[in-house]
T-cell receptor, first 116, second 115 residues
Framework: KQEVTQIPAALSVPEGENLVLNCSFT??????LQWFRQDPGKGLTSLLL?????REQTSGRLNASLDKSSGRSTLYIAASQPGDSATYLC???????????????FGKGTKLSVKP | GAGVSQSPSNKVTEKGKDVELRCDPI?????LYWYRQSLGQGLEFLIY????????KSGLPSDRFSAERTGGSVSTLTIQRTQQEDSAVYLC?????????????FGAGSRLTVL
């Protein structure tokens, strides 16, 4: 059974700092991995999606890497800003199929606080 | 609509009552998922709809939970005889298709509190 773990559970950094969020998964046979952002009282916003054949994806100040063989992904945030404060969720998809085979398995998230 | 719409945003109910949660997916999205997010827990898959196919109910925690999707669009998640452990945020997501290349778009969720 696939399990996704995110460390740390919470992180507080001063504005401007570069930071790394970690995600690990137990079954390396994944189809893709996604990083989401969740703001209080709001839904999830997809940040980056990495296919199993890819090693990284970049969007603005965000860079996500994937090492499938070791079951790890990292989300790197450069020059953090107070607006980056949110909970960041990692999710893996084990199959290209829909339904329970293709649904996303989520970690519990890392709650990030960026202090001005 | 422009995004996935869920209602109500907040629901407080008494133990034993039935509740209905509604999800209006993005127009044209054929795949629809329900997830549950309990305090301190990750998102838990509940049920999946794809077009006119029979739904995949394998994630529903008990027979008190059911869902339907009418006309391939709006979905309703029903919880009968609610229990305190049902308290959670119920999130709906939709995608254009079933392929893993399709990104899921999530609604803001319905926060259920069972007293």
């Amino acid at each position: 059974k696939q399990e996704v773990t995110q460390i740390p559970a919470a992180l507080s950094v001063p504005e401007g700092e570069n930071l790394v969020l970690n995600c690990s998964f137990t079954d390396s046979a994944i189809y893709n991995l996604q990083w989401f952002r969740q703001d209080p009282g709001k839904g999830l916003t997809s940040l980056l999606l990495i296919q199993s054949s890819q090693r990284e994806q970049t969007s603005g100040r965000l860079n996500a890497s994937l090492d499938k063989s070791s079951g790890r992904s990292t989300l790197y945030i450069a020059a953090s800003q107070p607006g980056d404060s949110a909970t960041y969720l990692c999710a893996v998809r084990s199959s290209d199929y829909g339904g329970s085979q293709g649904n996303l398995i989520f970690g519990k998230g890392t709650k990030l606080s960026v202090k001005p | 609509g422009a995004g996935v719409s869920q209602s109500p945003s907040n629901k407080v109910t008494e133990k034993g009552k039935d509740v209905e949660l509604r999800c209006d997916p993005i127009s044209g999205h054929t795949a629809l998922y329900w997830y549950r997010q309990s305090l301190g827990q990750g998102l838990e898959f509940l049920i999946y709809f794809q077009g006119n196919s029979a739904p995949d109910k394998s994630g529903l925690p008990s027979d008190r939970f059911s869902a339907e999707r009418t006309g391939g669009s709006v979905s309703t998640l029903t919880i009968q005889r609610t229990q305190q452990e049902d308290s959670a945020v119920y999130l709906c997501a939709s995608s254009r298709g079933v392929s893993g290349a399709n990104v899921l778009t999530f609604g803001a969720g319905s926060r259920l509190t069972v007293l």
